[in-house]
């Protein structure tokens, strides 16, 4: 059976400069873009360079990851890949 592909991806190595519009402006060419986040430290705001494209279908992910996979956007070389699904993970102690 094949693995399903997610229509999400993982984009890491971002510059400090790129923001969320200009990440969704930038993967938009390949599809309607659901949502562009760019993870930031939650102790001061500042992006932690990496975040995350959600499209509508994984052919669309997939024409974006292969377009944009490798390339310098703002000045830094960008890698894509599909989201990895997160399912638990350690559970914090609760008391």
């Known amino acids: 059976m094949a693995k399903r592909l ?16 200009g ?18 430290d939650p102790r001061n705001g500042r992006p932690k360079g990496f975040g995350f494209v959600s499209y509508d279908s994984e052919t669309e992910a997939h024409k974006a990851l292969s377009g944009l996979n490798g390339r310098i956007i703002d000045g830094r ?19």
């Open 77 to 95: 070389l960008i890698f894509v890949e599909f989201a990895k699904k997160h399912e638990g993970g350690p559970q914090k102690d609760q008391k």
């Open 6 to 21: 997610s229509s999400e991806l993982f984009v890491s190595r971002l510059s400090f400069y790129t923001t969320e519009d």
């Open 23 to 40: 990440l969704r402006k930038l993967f938009s060419r390949f599809g309607m873009v659901k949502e562009a986040r760019i993870v930031r």
